[in-house]
């Protein structure tokens, strides 16, 4: 059994007060960058908080946590069926009133209570990513708003990066592609009044082994959404596959309106380090992204740039990142990568074993990369006229 962090309860109290004082944060919002890097877990089997633990698909959970009215992820240790897994965290998470609200929490870490939060909630959990899923909510009653669809196709994926957060659902063989577009559809209009609300669609996915298989999908994808009778939908796509303008143009004219770059890290030291052997491709240089980036730029509205952290040196991602600012308009979303597997814990960075290096970095990227500039999720919000009581939920 291997410990996610080392640090004593007193050594890690002791850093986030240091850390929120000299980077101007709230300790409150330090200590949920340290559940992030650190993974929480349930000390007691979670039957009552957790009711889809029955579900035989779910091995390890994404939590959507709500601190302060600060919404954020993190990853869930606890492995249902085998409760011999391999990493533990020092965070502990439990029903406050084990017969009331199963949403309102208790933090410890190493057993003892941490009093940072005025609240903290359980919003959703999530196992095995969802083949559909409406991710804004109406804050006061919870309910999805049916305007912003993610769809989730494609249950596999060409490319095995080590990092990824469905590495463990790969293993199942994957259901048909056509008929799980078929049945996603039927299940979606099942539960909008009018196809018409739907606004916008975004096609999260594993990778096909070709940009015209992928293609293929994509348009598969999007023809399938319009014959339905989602014609007043927009699309988006996260691809790892893509990157040539006549495709980006192609997308466009399918009515793809916001293209993701994913970029796991900067130097291609640490991005090959990050994929799979057999799929050398897949680590394309930091330079072959900025093109990437730029030419989305020319061609869709909205271009977001997803950063994982923890993969490299701080200096080196500083500089790319400057770097990034200067050549692209791009933002970055940044996030920390959830780590379920021991061999994820070790692809780490060995300074990013500590919580100053993740503190640092969020504040370079918030504070000296995206200032001054609105996010794509921002202009979006604004073109969707997302209402100001939606909540989204982010890394
Ligand atoms: S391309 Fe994406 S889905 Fe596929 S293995 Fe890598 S991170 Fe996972």
Known sequence: ???????????????????????????????????????????????????????????????????????????????????????????????????????????????????????????????????????????????????????????????????CSRLPYFKTPAPSIQENIQLIISNILAVVQDPDEVKFINIITGSFPNPEQEMTFLKEVITAFNKAGFVESEFGVYTSQIYSRHLFEQLRDLGVIFFTVTLEATSSDARSRLHARRNPKRARSFEQTLDTISVAEDVFPFVSTTMMLGYEQA??????????????????????????????????????????????????????VNVGRMTSNQLFEERFLIPRFAMRYRS
């Open 1 to 163: 059994m291997r410990r996610t962090v080392s640090d004593s309860y007193a050594e890690i109290n002791r850093q986030i007060l240091e850390l929120a004082d000299a980077y101007r944060y709230e300790p409150w919002r330090v200590r949920i960058i340290d559940m992030q890097r650190a993974s929480v877990q349930f000390p007691n089997p979670p039957v009552a908080i957790v009711p889809k633990c029955s579900n035989t698909d779910i091995n390890y959970f994404t939590l959507v946590m709500q601190a302060n009215g600060f919404t954020f992820t993190t990853s869930e240790l606890t492995s249902i069926g085998s409760l011999s897994h391999k990493l533990t965290s020092p965070y502990g998470i439990e029903q406050s009133d084990p017969d009331g609200d199963t949403s309102s929490l208790i933090v410890s870490y190493d057993g003892n209570p941490i009093p940072d939060f005025g609240s903290i909630q359980l919003r959703e959990i999530m196992g095995k990513p969802s083949a559909y899923y409406f991710p804004y909510k109406d804050t006061r009653s919870g309910q999805p708003l049916s305007f912003y669809l993610i769809v989730n196709p494609y249950e596999n994926c060409a490319f095995r990066c080590k990092y």
């Open 315 to 368: 200096d080196e991602v500083k500089r790319n990142l400057g770097r990034l600012a200067k050549e692209t308009r791009s933002t970055v979303n940044h996030y920390i990568p959830r780590v379920w597997l021991p061999g994820q814990l070790d692809l780490l960075h060995p300074s990013a074993t500590n919580l100053k290096y993740f503190v640092d970095l969020f504040n370079f990227i918030e504070r000296n």
